[in-house]
């Protein structure tokens, strides 16, 4: 069974830092590329970063750069994002994706699989 399930999120104040991370399990994901998501209840999922299979290329929104940095370990199966400077408007979930239909990917419908969801709340 295919499962990415991220950690990391909690409580900040702004201008504070947090590392979110996101463990595939079930087969390697090393070919895949991968993006981090972030959703505020009544809104849509907005695109945070993504990033190729070998890491060598990145995209990231213009609300995040910057601020956050988006890697991999494809040794360890896992994607981090990496906030620094956080505001309260990056409060949201955030949810990791996989896809190996792209190299890079800034739409959510190009993603096949998709995590749970962490919360980040940021306090003013």
């Known amino acids: 069974q295919v499962q990415l399930v991220e950690s990391g999120g909690g409580l900040v104040q702004a201008g504070g830092s947090l590392r979110l991370s996101c463990a595939a399990s079930?087969?390697?994901?090393?070919?895949?590329?991968m993006g981090w998501f972030r959703q505020v209840p009544g809104k849509e999922r907005e695109f945070v970063a993504t990033i190729s299979w070998s890491g060598g290329v990145t995209v990231y929104a213009d609300s995040v750069k910057g601020r956050f940095t988006i890697s991999r370990d494809n040794t360890k199966n896992t994607v981090y994002l990496q906030m620094n400077d956080l505001k309260p408007e990056d409060t949201a979930v955030y949810y990791c994706a996989a896809t190996t239909k792209v190299a890079v990917a800034t739409q959510d419908y190009k993603y096949e699989y998709w995590g749970q969801g962490t919360q980040v709340t940021v306090s003013s």
């Open positions: 079930g087969r390697t994901f090393s070919s895949d590329a």
